[in-house]
């Protein structure tokens, strides 16, 4: 079952630059049918061309990966486009691709301060890299089609399944609820305007003489001394809404001088009409109003 690995691992050329041991966290991205999927791991040793790392994943030799770690007391990540050169079970090692001069001399940099301090870690033993992988292991998502997704006690599945279904038909109803209430409370809110609405607009139409004959008290207008100078005659017509007391509630011109029109809608503003009852209830009404200027 190893003679494929042994022989990756085998015809693996010579190392040109020495690997130092290291022992920091380390993010591989690996491309899954074209998707790209993050493999947590542990970067075991580096040099300026490459790493070795524990991986929680399955590789190929020959797939390229993108490597992303952080070297110990410095601010910058060193993110680079890689190789996978041979894999053995969880260890594998990455040559680096297209690495940027200033990420190499990070990598230099750090190596130097290790080489010069006597306190530098010591290359992981087999134990430690096999409780790394076994970590990292355990702590990798399951595949959805994996056997390991499926060995989970069915009274727990069950159990958790009826939890889910309940609380969805919870937040049903509870959805359900504040939409019943907004709806009532919008559908109120629009009777009333509604009800305001038709109070105020709809008034009865009554014909101009019937409204004359309820004239209690008129004021007739003052001819505008521009208008008698211009020789200015016309008749000019108010659109009138009557309120249920008898006052002029509201005026808007239909046709007329500009001049007369002024003159007419202050003079009409202040008549008052007896009340017009509809059903024995006095209420508004709406009619016209016309006004006759004439010289002589």
């Not at 399951?142 to 997704?149: F, H, I, M, V």
Request: hydrophobic share 40%; with cysteine; aromatic share 6%.
């Amino acid at each position: 079952m190893s003679a494929a690995p042994s022989l990756a691992l085998e015809s693996t050329p010579q190392r040109g630059f020495p690997r130092h041991p290291i022992a920091v966290p380390l993010d591989l991205i690996a491309l899954r049918s074209g998707v790209p999927e993050t493999l947590p791991g542990r970067c075991t040793d580096i040099a300026e061309a490459g790493l070795g790392a524990v991986i929680a994943g399955e590789l190929a030799v020959g797939q390229q990966v993108a490597v992303e770690l952080r070297l110990p007391n410095l601010g910058l990540p060193v993110r680079a486009r890689a190789v996978v050169r041979y894999q053995s079970r969880f260890r594998c090692g990455i040559e680096f691709v297209g690495l940027s001069a200033q990420q190499r001399e990070m990598i230099r940099y750090w190596i130097y301060r290790c080489e010069s301090d006597p306190l530098a870690p010591k290359v992981e033993s087999k134990i430690d890299e096999r409780k790394a992988a076994i970590n990292l292991v355990a702590s990798a998502p399951l595949k959805a089609d994996s056997p390991e997704s499926d060995a989970a006690p069915r009274r727990q599945r069950k159990h958790r399944i009826r939890i889910g279904r309940s609380g969805l038909l919870l937040l049903t109803l509870l959805a359900l609820s504040l939409l019943a209430l907004v709806v009532w409370h919008w559908q109120r809110t629009w009777n009333e305007l509604e009800s305001r609405t038709q109070s105020a607009d709809a008034r009865l139409q009554v014909s101009p003489e019937t409204m004359e004959k309820r004239i209690l008290t008129k004021v007739d207008p003052v001819y505008p001394e521009e208008a008698r100078a211009a020789s200015t005659e016309g008749l000019v017509v108010l659109d009138a809404m009557i309120a249920p007391d008898g006052s002029v509630e509201r005026l808007r011109p239909l046709s007329g001088n500009d001049l007369l029109v002024r003159s007419a809608t202050e003079a009409v503003r202040s008549w008052k009409f007896e009340p017009y009852l509809s059903s024995g209830k006095a209420v508004g009404v709406e009619t016209t109003i016309a006004v006759d200027f004439r010289l002589n």
